[in-house]
């Protein structure tokens, strides 16, 4: 009984993935990423993918029959995009599936764009490597894995050094997320991350403070935190209690820190608030400055009473909380209430509730075309996070104008009251009754 379960468990979570064990195709992550590309010998292509996108399931066999005809050549690989978006991001996948050739320079990868076939992918990937042979035999020197992330230089001032006795004050009492190398001075790795840490603490600045610690000669603080080997990186979260801290567990190249400290700033972020349009300003205090803002237009009160529109409201703090990593803006009102925004983003024409997502900077927007659920409205928001969905200039050259107006109170619509209609003047004898 107990190997059947374990049977059906790992059929439960391989069927969420498009590649298992068994397959020559191997699964990237960002804990092994930086080990295996950036820092191996090796040529690699690799596929960034999403379990539910239908490209990407059509490309899997071809995939894997891909990798075992490069098997010994060059390494066929594939990260899980949807759930690893950090690692997409770095790299610009903004939709799937995307390909890229890992070759001479690990930092500037090359995109494919051919025939999504076996045949196609294996001979990219030989001249691909043709290119590196014929590069090497040149005597040109690569690129690998020791360089920087953007070939800028950081500036070692930007990292803050701190000791047992100012560690309270720079780390534990600092307002923000803070990242803390544990180091030693004769530790080769410590040396070769340097440079890294140094251009991650530059373009962490304002965002993230990054430190570092001589755990040699400041043995309070490494002691504290268990420090057994070089270098060891905490996170310390903003609004951090109790001293906790977070290992590192990321790449050791500038990118790879920069990348993992802001999706961890982002998943330390509040909820958006949901705000209703109530001031003229609303949209451009809200929008300006956001990728998208995700306008939704909920039905009349007499239509759709509290408990009906706090329905409606909680499906939008739901997804706001999902998406709270994108810091998109979040507004509603009440349908016929701000009729002129209506117009320009074309939604209500079908009946309420309705949904847009705009994006003011290049005054463009796209309504939702399918149910306004919860699953509906994510699949929407998640197709346009990665690039993807149908945008339409708005239909009037600028802003639409908002009316100001009391905010709701929360409560139940009040049916008009009927007007009294005086009757006593009406002679209701019916003078056809004489006639029977």
């Known amino acids: 009984m107990a190997g059947v379960l374990l049977l059906l468990l790992t059929y439960v979570a391989f069927s ?11 699964e990237l992550t960002p804990q092994n990423f930086h080990s295996k590309v950036i820092e191996g010998d090796e040529l ?20 894997k029959k891909a990798a075992t005809a490069l098997k010994g050549i060059v390494r066929v690989g594939a990260v899980n995009a949807d759930e690893h978006g950090g690692l997409g991001s770095q790299y610009g996948v903004t939709g799937f599936p995307t390909i890229k050739f890992f070759g001479e320079d690990k930092f500037k990868p090359t995109d494919y764009s051919s025939q999504r076939t076996a045949s196609a992918i294996v001979d990219f990937a030989i001249s691909q490597a043709r290119s590196v042979a014929s590069s090497r035999l040149s005597g040109k020197k690569s690129s690998g894995g020791s360089k920087s992330s953007g070939g800028n230089t950081g500036d070692p ?3 803050v050094e701190i000791t047992d006795s ?5 780390v534990l009492n600092y307002d923000g997320m803070v990242l803390v190398e544990f180091y030693a001075p004769w530790c080769g790795h410590c040396k070769n991350l340097a440079p890294h840490w140094a251009q991650a603490a530059t373009d962490l600045k304002g965002k993230v403070k990054v430190c570092a610690i001589d755990a040699t000669v400041n043995t309070v603080m490494s002691n504290r935190y268990g420090i057994r080997g070089f270098p060891t990186i905490k996170m310390f979260p903003a609004g951090k209690k109790d001293g906790e801290a977070e290992d590192y ?39 300006e400055g956001r990728q998208l803002c995700i306008i939704s237009v909920l039905p009349q009160l007499l239509d759709c009473q509290s408990k009906c529109r706090n329905d409606y409201l909680d499906i939008l703090r739901t997804l706001g909380e999902k998406f709270k990593k994108n810091l998109w803006g979040w507004l509603w009102t009440e349908a016929g209430a701000q009729s002129e925004l209506e117009e320009s983003l074309d939604i209500g024409g079908s009946g309420y509730p309705a949904l847009a997502a705009v994006n003011l900077k290049k005054m463009k927007y796209s309504p939702l075309r399918g149910p306004f659920s919860e699953k509906g409205i994510h699949e929407f928001l998640r197709d346009l996070s990665y690039g993807k969905g149908s945008t339409a200039p708005l ?18 619509a009040e049916m008009p009251e009927e007007e009294d209609i005086d009757l006593s003047d009406i002679d209701f004898d019916d003078e056809s009754k004489d006639e029977l």
């Open 16 to 26: 969420f993935a498009l590649y298992s064990p068994g397959d020559d195709v191997i």
């Open 44 to 63: 690699w292509i690799i596929e960034f993918y999403a379990p539910w996108c239908g490209h990407c399931k059509a490309l899997a066999p071809e995939w």
């Open 157 to 159: 001032k930007d990292v």
């Open 166 to 170: 100012n560690f309270e004050e720079e």
């Open 249 to 287: 567990d990321g790449g050791r190249t500038a990118s790879d820190i920069v990348q993992w400290a802001l999706d961890k700033l982002a998943e330390n972020v509040p909820p958006p608030e949901l705000k209703e349009i109530v001031s003229s300003t609303d949209l451009q205090d809200n929008c």
């Open 395 to 412: 239909r009037s050259a600028k802003l639409p104008k908002l009316n100001a107006r009391e905010p709701w109170d929360g409560k139940d």
